[in-house]
């Protein structure tokens, strides 16, 4: 075999392992800021530990694209498997400020809706080295499918605390036997790495290769989309939970069944925007969905009733994400692929470092009497960013619609 080759079973590990690390995240980014509030952290002490867990993904995502070549992809996604174990075993254990705000930065929680972190660059690399330039779309639609449909599920089991409440256990104590249940899945994200062909010589030598020829294209959409991840700080999962708790008093079963249907709803605008993208291109479908689940947001901030809230809020989950499937394969597309891991941690760094300052500024503005001010603020500046992207971007077209528009069309 052609060790150049990436070996065909690498793809479904990493949507498996995708779907594994989306399942913990379910039901971590709920039940922790929970768990901290009857602790008796503070929501500015919450948006904290978001701002922390942020800001640590942008320096492991840069430390990865130092220590690729050295080490290989292989090896770095076992590590970060490794740290997924750490994370739920610390926030098991303890529960001082200190030792869980270090947890939070060097583990892999991730506060967010989004798929951010050390490990996302590597995958987007390795999966995008196998798979052609007409199917790379739909591959990354595959693979982000994959992860909301098990974040939606692992929202289900958020609502476990409460549950398990008749039968004699603690609330506090039912959230850290989940924690331990995200350090299993970690175990189990390790093994499913360790499966990956061990020789990906062609991607790992690659990580090596520094921008060229694309530097202009990578930092203009690096900046851009940093400019959409500070906006999405502002309402990042763990908060709009607690915004949700402590506006409404919803409940922690009611959290649980709501963000389940938050992700089913993500997880299908997936392949609903691959297929729209071959229509009206990946920069169209970007804005065009993302502006009206802006609108929705600001909306849901102005609204006192929680069925009309809830209403705007799923209407946004259903059209907020279509642009992820869409943004991974716009990047790996539109740079030479020797650049494309470069070009994948390049714009995964700063995403994280911006959306790393927002979180405790929206935890502070929680405890104003507006306390709907950071769904504003995220909604106003994600619009912002949408029409700066359109104007930026629009004649930049990936290969699959520079052939479409040149082709010929066919007699009727």
């Not at 080759?5 to 779907?19: D, F, K, N, Q």
């Not at 080490?71 to 400020?97: C, K």
């Not at 476990?160 to 299993?184: D, H, K, N």
């Not at 093994?191 to 990906?200: D, E, F, G, K």
Request: glycine share 6%; aromatic share 10%; charged share 10%.
């Amino acid at each position: 075999m052609d060790e150049n080759v990436t070996e065909p079973a690498s793809p479904i590990l990493l949507y498996a392992a995708r779907a594994v690390r989306g399942f913990g995240d379910g039901f971590a980014v709920i039940i922790l800021p929970v768990y901290l509030a009857a602790i008796d952290f503070t929501a500015a002490q919450i948006g904290f530990v978001a701002a922390a867990a942020l800001l640590g993904s942008a320096l492991m995502t840069l430390a990865v694209a130092v220590l690729a070549p050295r080490f290989g992809l292989r090896d770095l996604l076992v590590i970060g498997g490794v740290l997924m174990v750490a994370t739920g075993v610390v926030l098991a254990q303890s529960d001082h400020i200190a030792i869980i705000l270090a947890a939070a930065f060097i583990g892999t929680f991730n506060p967010s809706s989004g798929d951010i972190g050390m490990l996302v660059p590597l995958e987007h690399a390795a999966l995008a080295e196998s798979i052609s330039d007409d199917a790379r779309t739909r591959a990354f639609a595959r693979y982000s499918l994959a992860g909301a449909i098990a974040t939606a599920g692992g929202a289900l089991v958020a609502a476990t605390p409460a549950l398990v409440a008749s039968i004699g256990i603690g609330s506090i104590e039912a959230f850290r036997l989940l924690f331990w249940f995200y350090a299993a899945l970690g175990a189990a994200v390790t093994a499913l790495y360790w499966r990956l062909p061990r020789h990906q010589p062609h991607a790992a030598k690659t990580l090596a290769v520094p921008l060229g020829p694309s530097r202009g294209i990578v930092f203009k959409l690096a900046a851009l989309f940093s400019l959409d991840a500070f906006a999405g700080g502002f309402i990042v999962q763990s908060l709009l939970a607690l915004w949700l708790f402590e506006r409404f008093d919803l409940s922690l079963a009611a959290a649980s069944l709501f963000f389940f249907w938050s992700n089913v709803l993500t997880a299908f605008s997936y392949p609903v925007a691959a297929r729209l993208s071959k229509h009206i291109g990946l920069v169209n479908t970007m804005v065009f969905t993302h502006i009206p689940s802006s609108i929705c947001l600001i909306l849901a901030a102005f609204s006192s009733d929680l069925t009309v809230t809830l209403t705007l809020l799923l209407v946004r989950s259903a059209l907020s994400q279509m642009d992820v499937p869409t943004r991974t394969s716009y990047v790996m597309a539109v740079v030479t692929p020797a650049e494309r891991p470069a070009a994948a941690s390049f714009t995964a760094v700063p995403r994280s470092l911006a959306s790393s300052f927002s979180p405790a500024l929206a935890g502070a503005l929680l405890t104003n009497p507006y306390s709907g001010l950071p769904l504003v603020i995220c909604g106003s500046l994600k619009i912002i960013y949408d029409l700066a992207l359109l104007f930026a971007f629009r004649h930049i077209k990936p290969p699959e619609e520079q052939t479409a528009s040149i082709a010929p069309k066919t007699p009727a």
